[in-house]
């Protein structure tokens, strides 16, 4: 340390006979380890809303993942947008809107209600409710959690280990469709998560059974939040438009889990999705609706917080995330 600060004040300086900070400073700082906690708080008319991280979600190796893809074009889009060539990784951003008479949560995260199966993505996820303390927002408060589908990673933390509700005073929202898919034992078949997908849904919504709502295509689920089924990823996939004022948000789920390979090549399969090309019909469609007129989105899965629009780009579409505000509400 001692030699290049002595070369950049220069021989002979004045300066150099008294030292411009303490020795103590000299010591290495200890490195803090720890992060904030991962919450963004922004206006959608006159809601307020929240973005709660239930932490990172990795994918690993992306190829997997994207099974109909081709290896080399993959690698091509990770590393042109400087991202890991080996490791594709996804956030999980839950909204919580206040509308002044409800306090709505969008999805749960992982949570640890599956026991190591919480896990299967890795230790970094299940931090939706700590996250949402850290915010100011007790789960007691939340009236109404809305599912986009029934996934782990979107309504595993509706109950704790035990299987206590999360939630005590919320109704659940989901379509009809999802609750009945993922809660059938009929449909443990095919790819091996199936049976740890169907006996986690079972065991967070059955805690909620007296208090399901069924979302409809169109209809409102509280009033400024409309349900837009966009089936594919799930049977029953639905997104949410959140509109206050003049201001929308649509919540866009998991239309796309990649702001790179899944934009700029909407037909790309996903290797979660229950009916795959129909998920990427769907997804087509939305996109080139919400380019064409400008939708602010979230995306559960993209970049933290998941804010942007996305815009025309060759023959798929850019992610331009919303800059985040954080020295006001607007
Ligand atoms: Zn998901």
Same mark, same amino acid.
């Given at each position: 340390?001692?030699?290049?600060?002595?070369?950049?004040?220069?021989?002979?300086?004045?300066?150099?006979?008294?030292?411009?900070?303490?020795?103590?400073?000299?010591?290495?700082?200890?490195?803090?380890?720890?992060?904030?906690?991962?919450?963004?708080?922004?206006?959608?008319?006159?809601?307020?809303?929240?973005?709660?991280?239930?932490?990172?979600?990795?994918?690993?190796?992306?190829?997997?993942?994207?099974?109909?893809?081709?290896?080399?074009?993959?690698?091509?889009?990770?590393?042109?947008?400087?991202?890991?060539?080996?490791?594709?990784?996804?956030?999980?951003?839950?909204?919580?809107?206040?509308?002044?008479?409800?306090?709505?949560?969008?999805?749960?995260?992982?949570?640890?209600?599956?026991?190591?199966?919480?896990?299967?993505?890795?230790?970094?996820?299940?931090? $939706? !409710? =700590?996250?949402?303390?850290?915010?100011?927002?007790?789960?007691?408060?939340?009236? +109404?959690?809305?599912? &986009?589908? @029934?996934?782990?990673?979107?309504?595993?933390?509706?109950?704790?280990?035990?299987?206590?509700?999360?939630?005590?005073?919320?109704?659940?929202?989901?379509?009809?469709?999802?609750?009945?898919?993922?809660?059938?034992?009929?449909?443990?078949?095919?790819?091996?998560?199936?049976?740890?997908?169907?006996?986690?849904?079972?065991?967070?919504?059955?805690?909620?059974?007296?208090?399901?709502?069924?979302?409809?295509?169109?209809?409102?689920?509280?009033?400024?939040?409309?349900?837009?089924?966009?089936?594919?990823?799930?049977?029953?996939?639905?997104?949410?438009?959140?509109?206050?004022?003049?201001?929308?948000?649509?919540?866009?789920?998991?239309?796309?889990?990649?702001?790179?390979? $899944? !934009? =700029?090549?909407?037909?790309?399969?996903?290797?979660?999705?229950?009916?795959?090309? +129909?998920?990427?019909? &769907?997804? @087509?469609?939305?996109?080139?609706?919400?380019?064409?007129?400008?939708?602010?989105?979230?995306?559960?899965?993209?970049?933290?917080?998941?804010?942007?629009?996305?815009?025309?780009?060759?023959?798929?579409?850019?992610?331009?995330?919303?800059?985040?505000?954080?020295?006001?509400?607007?």
């Amino acid at each position: 340390m001692n030699v290049p600060r002595r070369a950049l004040l220069g021989a002979g300086a004045a300066l150099a006979a008294a030292p411009l900070w303490p020795s103590a400073a000299e010591a290495a700082a200890p490195f803090r380890n720890d992060l904030p906690p991962a919450w963004y708080r922004f206006r959608i008319g006159e809601f307020e809303a929240t973005v709660i991280s239930d932490g990172r979600l990795p994918l690993g190796e992306p190829g997997p993942a994207f099974p109909a893809s081709p290896p080399a074009e993959i690698t091509a889009l990770m590393q042109s947008n400087f991202l890991p060539v080996n490791s594709a990784n996804l956030e999980q951003n839950a909204l919580i809107v206040n509308t002044g008479r409800h306090l709505v949560l969008f999805d749960t995260g992982m949570g640890d209600s599956m026991g190591p199966a919480s896990q299967m993505f890795g230790p970094t996820t299940g931090r $939706l !409710l =700590r996250n949402m303390r850290a915010a100011g927002i007790e789960p007691a408060q939340i009236d +109404m959690v809305i599912l &986009t589908h @029934a996934h782990c990673d979107h309504c595993w933390a509706l109950v704790d280990a035990q299987g206590n509700r999360n939630f005590p005073n919320a109704q659940v929202a989901l379509s009809e469709t999802d609750l009945r898919y993922w809660t059938d034992p009929a449909n443990k078949t095919g790819p091996a998560f199936m049976t740890a997908f169907i006996d986690g849904a079972t065991k967070n919504l059955n805690a909620y059974r007296d208090r399901l709502v069924m979302v409809r295509d169109g209809a409102e689920v509280v009033p400024g939040i409309q349900a837009i089924s966009a089936p594919g990823h799930t049977l029953g996939h639905t997104m949410y438009a959140v509109t206050s004022g003049n201001r929308t948000v649509v919540n866009t789920g998991d239309l796309a889990h990649h702001q790179v390979l $899944l !934009l =700029r090549r909407p037909l790309w399969e996903f290797s979660f999705d229950t009916d795959p090309r +129909m998920s990427a019909q &769907t997804r @087509a469609r939305a996109l080139e609706r919400f380019a064409g007129e400008r939708t602010q989105l979230l995306s559960y899965h993209f970049s933290w917080p998941g804010l942007g629009h996305v815009a025309k780009e060759q023959e798929g579409y850019a992610w331009i995330p919303t800059a985040m505000d954080l020295t006001a509400l607007e």
